[in-house]
């Protein structure tokens, strides 16, 4: 699966670059490409950011230097699906995660602002808006990252094994993991749990099951009980 970037700083992305390259890219499963907005920019400035209509504090991004990014990109790779990074848009989770990896075959756009927000018009030009939580960042360019990592590594042949059915797992119960210990036996007085170690591997496997619950009872209710990720309306 491509992903095409449209940022004011495509080198944030070298690195995230380099960390898929170690599994998918490697099989040219996976490929990010970052492409700079200024390069769309207004006049002899390369202006991409103007003050808002009806006054206020903070810089709007204009409408027409994304439109053209989003067209340049779009002409040499037609099956994009275009996400808008904004903390207005849809909560990103693994369900969402999954739904991209599984009907975005044809790749992904991602359109990171930076500045108070985007001209409203901008809107018309996306299939989707994606926040990835409520808290404050400077632009997208981390959350565009967050969701390409997230969905890149359900691109089918990037994970392993023993990755893939953890993902599994995710998604049968939506719960936390049950814990994890390895040695030694011992640490600062602390003992790994004594079923462990007892190798009988079907209690093994009752006393991780009601960890998970009981572990996603007390710190995440509201994941317990058949319920999906995402809060009530
Ligand atoms: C003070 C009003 N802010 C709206 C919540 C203005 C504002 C803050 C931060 C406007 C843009 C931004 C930059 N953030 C993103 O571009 C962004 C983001 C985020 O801040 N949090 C979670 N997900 C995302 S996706 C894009």
Redesign the pocket.
Known sequence: MDFHVITLFPEMFAALDAALMGRAQKGGLVAVHAHNLREHGLGNYRQVDDTPYGGGSGMVMRPEPIAAAIDAVAATRPGLTKIL???Q?ERFDQPLARELAATCAGGIMLI??????FDERVRELVDRE???????????EL?AMVVIEAVARLVPGVLGNAESLDEESFGAGNLLEYPHYTRPEEFRGMRVPEILLSGDHGKIRAWRAAEALRRTARRRPELVAGRRGKPEP
């Open positions: 990074l904004t903390p848009g990171a602002g930076r500045y108070e927000g994606v926040s990835i939580g409520d808290y404050v960042l400077s632009g997208g959350a």
